[in-house]
């Protein structure tokens, strides 16, 4: 999913592939972001042998379809706090704990911590928008933190409504966000079902080179993403990584190079790569 403005002319850029955009202008702020936590909830999974991920759950579920969230220690819980502030014996079957160890919260329960992870793409992209301060709402229009997390229904603290009702779908599957769950599963659960563990449960595990060039990037080699300018051009560009590659590892997924033009004050324009 992307955003365009069709009505503004696109920059004279020369065709070039992902490996070359991402090489020379580096993941957009919001790819960064999100791979990083991917990242290290892989890291986190394959150094415990305990894999948490937030799944579907709900009728008619696509076939082969993993999960649509590594958990990991940045993922937020739907009280506040990240699963690094919860106490992580998840596998344990005679006794699961997964309560907080600051609040009241009944067990981790994951909720989206970017709009880009629910589809709403475009509002990092508005000048005065604060990721930061971004929560996930109920159909009852107030967000998590209005919520009681210390009942199982998660009734909201500012007006009747009785249940926590998310209203968003998932960007991944496109299913309602009350139709997934927080799993884990310990390294042999995961390989008894096919899914993948160990190194090839890293983001972009099927594709390498590209994991490899928006790790630089990441770690700081590379510079920062949004510093760097098209040549001759005076545009800042950035790749647009897809969820959907992260989560799947489809690389085959259209990235786009994002083209931020100083005279339309601060609208990008997204140019397809091939």
Sequence with gaps: MRHALTNVRNPAIPPMGME??????????GAQAMMTAEREAAEEAIRTGIYGVWRYTGPQPEK????????????????????SDHHQRPTDRMRPDTTCQ?????????????PEEIGEYWLPRRPEFNVATW??????????MAHDPSRHDRPCRQCRCCQWDPHYCCV???????????????????QAQGYPVGPEFIPLAEAPQIGALSTSRL????GAARTTT????????????????????????DMTLRWDPPSRGGDEIDIPLR
């Design 102 to 114: 600051h609040c009241s919260c009944v067990g981790f329960y994951f909720v989206p911590t970017r």
């Design 172 to 190: 991944v599957c496109n299913q309602m966000g009350k139709d997934h769950e927080s799993v884990w599963e310990t390294t042999a659960e995961r």
């Design 64 to 83: 082969g379809h993993d999960f649509c969230s590594r958990i990991g220690p940045q993922s937020r819980c739907f009280c506040g706090h990240t699963w």
């Design 135 to 144: 929560r996930a709402k109920c159909r009852c229009g107030h967000d998590h």
């Design 230 to 253: 098209a040549p001759l051009l005076g545009l800042k560009m950035s790749v647009d990584i897809p969820r959907t590659a992260m989560i799947r590892n489809v690389v085959t997924v």
């Design 219 to 222: 770690s700081g080699t590379r």
């Design 20 to 29: 070359e955009a991402l090489a020379q202008f580096g993941p957009s702020p």
